[in-house]
C-alpha cells in the first residue's frame, strides 16, 4: 500500500542532527479513526556514521503538526525521555505456531486460530496468509482469488464491524483497540469450530471509545520554556500591529518567576501608569492580573490586554464546545 509523507523536520542540537518523518497510508487517510501515522525520527552524530533510530506510532486522527512539533521540542529537550522510543527489542514475543495442512501444502499457523485455517481448507478455502493477532498486530485472514470464504464466517464477521474483501478479512477496529478486536477475531473462529458461531457477529463486535493515542508530554526544563517564551514574545514584537489572534493565542507562559503573584504584588512591581490603564481597560481581577503577568515579561500594555482578552475568547469557544 502507497504511503504519504505527512510533515519532514530537521533540527540540530548540539552535535546531533535530528530528521522527523510522519507518514501514512491510503487506510489512515480515509478512516481516520482506524487508522495510524508512523513516526520516525533519525539522529546523526557530526564524527559518528553510526545514526540512531527512534519510533512511535498514533492514530492518524489524533495527527496534528502542532502537536508534532511540541512532541520534537520535547523529544529534543529530554533526552533520557527519548530513549523510551529508541528502536530495537521492544519485548514483542512470535505467536506460538503448529503445523497446519492445506491446499498450499504444509504450513506453520499460530496456534489459536490454526483449528479454524485447516477447517477452512478442507472446506476448500485455500488459505495463502493469516495472523490471530495480538502483540501490536493485526488479525487477519489472506485466502486465494478463486476461493471464498463461509458465509456463515463472512455474515459474523460483517456483524463485528470488520474489513471483509472477496478475499481477506482484518480484524480492523477503532486505533488502540486492536488487541481487543484480536481476542474476539480469535474467540469468533474457536466458535466457529466448535459450532457455536453468532453468525449475526454481535458477540464480537467491539464496543468500547477510542483511547487517546498521544504519548504524555512531560514539562519541559524551565530554562527551555523560558528561551521559548522569551522568542514569542520577540516574534510578537517584531510583527507589531500585524500580529494575529493566532500569535496570541499560541503564546504560552508555562510556570515562571510571575505565575504564584497576587495582584496587589503584580499592581506594586508594574510602573503605576502602566497598572492605571489597564485597570480602565480591564475590570476583571483575574483578566487584569493576567495582563500585568504578561507586561513583566515583556509585552506592552496593549499587547498584554490583547492577549488575555484572546485568552478568554478561546477558553470560552471550548466551553461552548464542550
Known amino acids: 500500500m502507497s504511503t504519504f509523507e505527512l510533515i519532514d523536520i530537521k533540527r540540530k542540537t548540539g552535535e546531533k542532527s535530528f530528521v522527523l ?10 478512516d481516520p479513526e482506524k487508522g495510524q501515522v508512523d513516526i520516525w525520527i533519525y539522529a546523526q552524530s557530526e564524527d559518528d556514521a553510526a545514526r540512531a533510530e527512534y519510533s512511535l506510532s498514533i492514530c492518524a486522527a489524533d495527527y496534528s503538526e502542532r502537536w508534532i512539533r511540541r512532541f520534537l521540542k520535547t523529544f529534543l529537550a529530554l533526552p533520557k525521555w527519548r530513549e523510551s522510543f529508541s528502536c530495537g527489542d521492544r519485548g514483542f514475543e512470535p505467536h506460538r505456531t503448529v503445523e497446519v495442512s492445506t491446499l498450499q501444502g ?5 496456534e489459536t486460530i490454526a483449528p479454524a485455517i485447516a477447517k477452512l481448507n478442507k472446506l476448500g478455502c485455500a488459505t495463502r496468509f493469516c495472523c490471530q493477532g495480538g502483540g501490536g498486530s493485526v488479525a487477519y485472514i489472506h485466502i486465494s482469488p478463486d476461493s471464498t470464504f463461509p458465509d456463515e464466517l463472512v455474515s459474523a464477521w460483517v456483524g463485528a464491524g470488520w474489513t ?6 482484518y480484524a480492523h477496529g477503532l486505533y488502540g483497540l486492536t488487541e481487543l478486536h484480536a481476542e474476539r477475531f480469535q474467540r469468533c473462529l474457536v ?3 466448535g459450532g457455536r458461531l ?4 454481535e458477540k464480537y ?3 468500547a471509545p477510542r483511547p487517546n493515542s498521544l504519548p504524555s508530554l ?12 522569551k522568542k514569542a514574545i520577540t516574534r510578537i514584537l517584531k510583527k507589531g500591529r500585524k500580529a494575529t489572534f493566532k500569535d496570541f493565542a499560541a503564546l504560552r507562559s508555562g510556570r515562571d518567576q510571575h505565575s504564584a503573584k497576587r495582584l496587589e504584588q503584580l499592581l506594586a512591581e508594574v510602573p503605576p501608569d502602566v497598572a492605571a490603564k489597564l485597570g480602565e481597560e480591564l475590570a476583571d481581577p483575574s483578566m487584569l492580573a493576567a495582563a500585568l503577568r504578561w507586561v513583566l515579561r515583556g509585552l506592552p500594555w496593549a499587547m ?4 488575555v482578552r484572546v485568552d478568554r475568547e478561546v477558553a470560552d469557544a471550548a466551553r461552548r464546545r464542550a
Open 191 to 193: 466458535d466457529w469450530v
Open 164 to 169: 471483509v474483501c472477496a478475499d481477506s478479512v
Open 106 to 110: 504444509p504450513a506453520m499457523i499460530d
Open 21 to 30: 518523518q510522519a507518514v501514512t497510508d491510503a487506510y489512515g487517510l480515509s
Open 304 to 307: 498584554a490586554m490583547r492577549k
Open 198 to 201: 453468532d453468525t449475526r457477529g
Open 205 to 207: 463486535r467491539v464496543v
Open 218 to 229: 512531560p514539562s519541559l526544563p524551565k530554562a527551555v520554556q523560558k528561551r521559548d517564551q
